[in-house]
């Protein structure tokens, strides 16, 4: 069964960053994409980033210029940072990993920006 375990998150100040971690299960390089969506209150989930065995990091543009997502294949993990934190940045951040036709979800963590 396919686990993705989110750690960070929390309370941030405007202007602040974050760091967060999704490790999976199993050796990472099984997946075709992973990466990081988010959705804030009464909106639609939206992609913040993926990253792929081959190619380029593929980022939103509404935070491309704020975001860094790397993998770690020895630890089977998956890394957001995101700087320069906006109260609209407020969301319950999902990892996600799709391994040919299947898509899997992480539990989702809370990231609220505010003073």
């Known amino acids: 069964q396919v686990q993705l375990v989110e750690s960070g998150g929390g309370l941030v100040q405007p202007g602040g960053s974050l760091r967060l971690s999704c490790t999976v299960s199993g050796s990472m390089f099984r997946y075709n994409a992973m990466g990081w969506y988010r959705q804030a209150p009464g909106k639609q989930r939206r992609l913040v980033g993926m990253?792929?065995?081959?190619?380029?990091?593929k980022y939103a543009d509404d935070v491309k210029e704020r975001v860094t997502i790397t993998g770690d294949p020895g630890t089977n993990t998956v890394v957001l940072a995101m700087s320069s934190l906006k109260p609209e940045d407020t969301a319950v951040y999902y990892c996600?990993?799709?391994?040919?036709?299947?898509?899997?979800w992480g539990q989702g963590t809370q990231v609220t920006v505010s003073s």
């Open positions: 996600y990993a799709r391994e040919d036709g299947s898509e899997y």
């Open positions: 990253i792929f065995p081959t190619g380029p990091t």
